[in-house]
């Protein structure tokens, strides 16, 4: 097979393309023939010699990537001879080695990718989808919320618009630059704009007129995170899954008198639901095959793995990052 490996923590460059004898299923695992492997920007993290959130820093070298997707080509003992020739879609979990043409994955943990769905499409769905599911149980919205979204074009915030709008909410989609602003503006945001502009949240202001803001969704930090407060109605909640481009702005002593509310909606607290995250996966893959939900993606050849983690830090992408072998 062929694989992206790391030899040594630091630049994008580090990753190298190279040739791997193929891994053998053990008990309880299938093989995958790999059509699609996620990039998740803890990838970046870890490469860089930062341990991310639940990750401690791998031992190397290294096979990156927790996100597959593919055809089942080859059973470890005991499995299910039914599962050969299914297309299926998988989280690793805290084990790597999705970076690959061939992967192997406990069958407990893969589910089948809805008909009609793309191997690239379920691979997004499986973590980031989940992701989002986990951050709306938990934001809990209301008939009448009125939705701004920082970073819409990202994975997780064009879902967050589609899912909005498609509740009938009125939903303000806020990114940097003409490309995902477009973009925003084609899932249906009901306001799309760019937070690069000076001017910003004025003319989010003029746009919604006396309805302010009540949910603000915040993956972005630093100074745009600052100026989405100010657009915040009495009682506004903000829920908070991000930050490249730093903290979030702290809430002032005016915002908590007038019961603004903050609180961060990733790790522990997304599980807090029966069945956990296998419960988060299978709400995302039906809103797939539902056609509720279609993820935005930017793919790169798996052999570019390392332009792929460049494209992201530097948040030139659009939606979530996806390798084809």
């Given at each position: 097979?062929?694989?992206?490996?790391?030899?040594?923590?630091?630049?994008?460059?580090?990753?190298?393309?190279?040739?791997?004898?193929?891994?053998?299923?053990?008990?309880?695992?299938?093989?995958?023939?790999?059509?699609?492997?996620?990039?998740?920007?803890?990838?970046?993290?870890?490469?860089?010699?930062?341990?991310?959130?639940?990750?401690?820093?791998?031992?190397?070298?290294?096979?990156?990537?927790?996100?597959?997707?593919?055809?089942?080509?080859?059973?470890?003992?005991?499995?299910?001879?039914?599962?050969?020739?299914?297309?299926?879609?998988?989280?690793?979990?805290?084990?790597?080695?999705?970076?690959?043409?061939?992967?192997?994955?406990?069958?407990?943990?893969?589910?089948?990718?809805?008909?009609?769905?793309?191997?690239?499409?379920?691979?997004?769905?499986?973590?980031?989808?989940?992701?989002?599911?986990?951050?709306?149980?938990?934001?809990?919205?209301?008939?009448?919320?009125?939705?701004?979204?920082?970073?819409?074009?990202?994975?997780?915030?064009?879902?967050?618009?589609?899912?909005?709008?498609?509740?009938?909410?009125?939903?303000?989609?806020?990114?940097?630059?003409?490309?995902?602003?477009?973009?925003?503006?084609?899932?249906?945001?009901?306001?799309?704009v760019d937070y690069e502009q000076p001017?910003?949240?004025?003319?989010?202001?003029?746009?919604?007129?006396?309805?302010?803001?009540?949910?603000?969704?915040?993956?972005?930090?630093?100074?745009?995170?600052?100026?989405?407060?100010?657009?915040?109605?009495?009682?506004?909640?903000?829920?908070?899954?991000?930050?490249?481009?730093?903290?979030?702005?702290?809430?002032?002593?005016?915002?908590?008198?007038?019961?603004?509310?903050?609180?961060?909606?990733?790790?522990?607290?997304?599980?807090?639901?029966?069945?956990?995250?296998?419960?988060?996966?299978?709400?995302?893959?039906?809103?797939?095959?539902?056609?509720?939900?279609?993820?935005?993606?930017?793919?790169?050849?798996l052999a570019d793995a390392a332009a792929?983690?460049?494209a992201l830090e530097t948040r030139a992408?659009?939606?979530?990052?996806?390798?084809?072998?």
């Amino acid at each position: 097979m062929h694989a992206i490996r790391l030899h040594d923590f630091g630049p994008a460059e580090n990753l190298r393309y190279e040739a791997l004898p193929d891994p053998e299923p053990g008990p309880g695992q299938i093989g995958l023939a790999v059509e699609a492997a996620g990039v998740h920007v803890i990838d970046t993290h870890l490469r860089a010699g930062v341990a991310g959130g639940p990750f401690p820093l791998p031992e190397l070298p290294q096979i990156p990537g927790r996100e597959v997707a593919g055809v089942v080509d080859r059973l470890g003992p005991d499995v299910d001879a039914a599962w050969l020739g299914r297309r299926v879609v998988g989280h690793l979990g805290p084990v790597s080695g999705g970076y690959a043409s061939r992967a192997v994955i406990p069958v407990t943990s893969v589910h089948e990718i809805p008909e009609g769905a793309s191997a690239v499409e379920a691979v997004a769905m499986i973590g980031t989808g989940r992701t989002t599911m986990g951050i709306l149980h938990q934001a809990a919205l209301r008939p009448d919320d009125v939705l701004l979204v920082l970073a819409a074009a990202g994975g997780i915030g064009s879902l967050l618009v589609q899912h909005g709008r498609g509740r009938g909410h009125t939903v303000i989609g806020a990114a940097g630059g003409t490309e995902k602003v477009a973009l925003v503006g084609e899932l249906g945001a009901t306001v799309a704009v760019d937070y690069e502009q000076p001017g910003w949240v004025e003319a989010v202001e003029a746009a919604l007129g006396p309805r302010p803001a009540t949910v603000l969704f915040d993956a972005v930090g630093g100074p745009h995170s600052a100026e989405a407060l100010q657009l915040l109605a009495d009682g506004g909640r903000r829920l908070v899954y991000g930050g490249p481009a730093g903290d979030p702005a702290e809430l002032s002593a005016a915002d908590e008198a007038r019961g603004v509310t903050s609180r961060v909606v990733l790790g522990p607290v997304l599980l807090d639901l029966p069945g956990g995250i296998r419960t988060l996966e299978t709400r995302a893959l039906e809103a797939l095959a539902e056609g509720l939900l279609t993820p935005a993606v930017t793919t790169f050849p798996l052999a570019d793995a390392a332009a792929a983690h460049r494209a992201l830090e530097t948040r030139a992408t659009i939606g979530k990052v996806v390798l084809i072998p």
